[in-house]
């Protein structure tokens, strides 16, 4: 089954320190969200070869564009839960594809209704 997979676990994944991310990793397949790739290869302090490799790792999964069913169900989010804007579409992105999320920031999300989670940092 797909899962979709929350930006802070791509940042893991590039991190030696994390081999349980890297484990988690090798039972694809995984989609992420644009929201996540505009996070993730947007951080005004990433370096080129950074830029690279996140590229190259996302090149090896599916991209969901933010589509208008995406675009409502985040606005709802936004208003019940009071998430912020990435947070909002990426819950709602795996909400109107009906994935599951894989993330490590729990508490963000935990509040949205048959939103399904998996941490892979826990035992």
């Known amino acids: ?16 320190q994390y081999p349980q991310v890297h484990a988690f990793l090798d039972h694809g397949p995984f989609a ?10 947007g951080y005004h302090r990433l370096s080129e070869k950074g830029a690279s490799g996140y590229a190259a790792l996302l090149a090896t999964m599916t991209e969901l564009a933010v589509s208008a069913e995406v675009i409502d169900r985040a606005v709802e989010a936004r208003r019940q839960y009071n998430l ?6 990426i819950a709602a992105t795996a909400l109107a594809h009906r994935l599951p999320l894989v993330t490590h920031n729990l508490r963000d999300f935990e509040r949205v209704a048959d939103l399904e989670l998996i941490d892979p940092l826990q035992g």
């Open 1 to 16: 089954m797909m899962k979709l997979l929350d930006s802070n676990i791509l940042i893991y994944a590039a991190q030696p």
């Open 32 to 41: 992420y969200s644009a929201v996540t790739r505009i996070e993730v290869l």
């Open 84 to 89: 912020s804007l990435g947070d909002a579409l």
